[in-house]
């Protein structure tokens, strides 16, 4: 038997998690002499036994050396698996996704491939999937179920963007070193439970991997989506996954599906704001950062960015990027053509191949001028009148239910500069008054330094309660003020680093729902070209690293370097590459992130609370507290001389069952009387 891949300091002593090796021994001989004692015989390659599967919500990332129904079949029991069969249960309108990860402790598994495509609700409807060979991937008009062969990356550090050190329960669970009283850590990177481990994270669809091998010692994943349309029945529908090896059958294992009776809204009440690159997607897919007009490459730029909306379409978030982003100068008063079919939601339709969430609903808002890079700057007050004047009238006209905004600023600390700008917009004296002015702040300093702001987006770490409070409340009360939280800080929230928790994104949209965060907002979801870093261009297919620079290897921390981070500014992988041929899947269009797909869950979750509110406000805020005791600014801090940090836990619980289960709580309102 091969040396074990281990987790954990006492088994990188002996080589060996405790009692691992027996256990699995005990397994084999279980397998292999159990037939025997029948005088049967047995091929190997295809016992069940050899090759255990179970599944979870996805809420607990499971690393590529996990064995746990290896080791122990009842420890993987949880609210979606029972030991033998899949239980879900969804809305209609709504993706429920789970996890599917089959094992193979002793052996490897050769040729494996998984099929399910159908659940029947055993009263005359069927949610069944048809094949999507090539670029039918994108056509999801008759493909309600789908499957997704997932990739794995190696954390090899700590997100330096996403959680500080100084604490080590601000850093996701399995990533901590041991710790005493207020989170004083011991030890060194190797005794981070999850160090170099390979965290599952890009969901590629199971047609561009339709058959595949799990070494030995290890696990692989599969994600399955399944959207429940809008005329499913309130029944159990039911179906099964096939799990095949050289096309022999290994699993068959049962799935259930319960429908409840209620629709999630087309129109997501959890808005959210994601910005999509062009330079570093048309480098990628075409080969150059800039294509000219009207050549291939521009074509096929068009097309690919348009899928890039409708897969975030799919998952509830909505995308911005910038007038900038196109074959030309661009100086109307009005956005890009291709920008008409998002806005007025025909993008999103059978015509184009769109269905599921949204359908026929637009994208809901559009960044002017996108980080600051409106083109009248310095043209001065006049220009500003004219160009806002221009805009409002434009989008009266012709989206008008869209939010809009002229993105003044981002991250500066010339507030003086912010207030004239936001003055100007506000003192308009045609419609141009009626274009909100956005920039990336603290929102105290809204109130103190730039009281003309109309939309205020804060980087939330930690701060102190009294203050943020009382600013949240006052921009709360003014009808025309809006405020954005953007990214995510542990321990005020979860974050979008691939090693944070399963749960994290989870927990990042019911902190958006308990302080009436109007919109959340990630800073960009294509960062292939990490150039801030200085480190170029990333084979994101391979380096978790994603964002800051890789300067050196810290004892404590890992590999590290200025603002190191592990999936900072990318959400969506891309289908084609071109700077990196070898790991190219050669399809004009985005493959998802499971952190994606953990966003979306949280904002499915949102629509939930949205409605049992409706039915039951004084449950559903005792269930929210419940959840999550403490978030963003409720924490307080240490020092308020000094209000830049604070040692803490966090306030939820990590375990998806306990997610779930808030969920049917949920559920259970909605349908009540």
Known sequence: MRAWRTRGPRARATGYPDGEPMRLFLVLLTVVLA????????QY???????????????????????????DASSVVNSTWDG????LFGARNEVVGFNLVIEAPLLPLENASVEFNRLDSGLGHVIRSDPAPGQGLFDWTSRPIELFFVRYLTIKGLSKLSYGTYDERHVPERMRRPWTGLGYGTGTWWDRQDHDQAYPEIAVPIELVPHF?????TNQSVWVDVYIPKDALPATYTGVIRIR?????LHSIPVELNVRDFELADDPSCETMAVLGYADINLRYTGLPWPNC?????????LVRDRHFMMAHRHRISLVDSETSGCNVWKNDAPRPEWLPRLDGSLFTAA????????????????????????????????MWARTDGWVNWFEANSPATERFLYLIDESTNYAQTEQWAGWIENNPGPGNRLMSMATQDLPTTLTSTPSLDVTASWMRVGITSVWHNAAATIEADPTKRFYLYNGHRPAGGSFSTEDDGVALRVLAWSQFKKSIDRWFFWETTYYNNYQGGMGQTNVFESAHTFGSHSSFDNIIGETGWNYCNGDGVLFYPGTDTVYPSVSYGVLGPIASLRLKHWRRGIQDYEYLKMAQAKDPAAVATLVDSMIPKVLWEYGVNDPNDPTWVRTDISWSIDPD???NARLQLAQIIEGP
């Open 658 to 660: 306990l997610w779930e």
């Open 84 to 87: 033998e069969r899949i239980r």
């Open 352 to 383: 184009t191949g769109y269905e599921g969430p949204g359908e026929g609903t637009g994208n809901g808002v559009y960044s002017i001028g996108n980080y600051g890079s409106w083109w009248w700057k310095g043209q001065g007050q006049a220009a």
């Open 35 to 42: 037939p025997l004692a029948h005088g049967q015989r047995v």
């Open 245 to 249: 090896t050289g096309g022999a059958l």
């Open 213 to 217: 091998d799990v070494a030995q010692g």
């Open 294 to 302: 009207g050549t291939p490459q521009e074509i096929t730029s068009k």
């Open 45 to 71: 390659s295809a016992s069940p036994r050899l090759f255990p599967v179970w599944t979870n919500d996805g809420g607990d990332k499971v690393i590529q050396s996990d064995l746990r129904a290896s080791l």
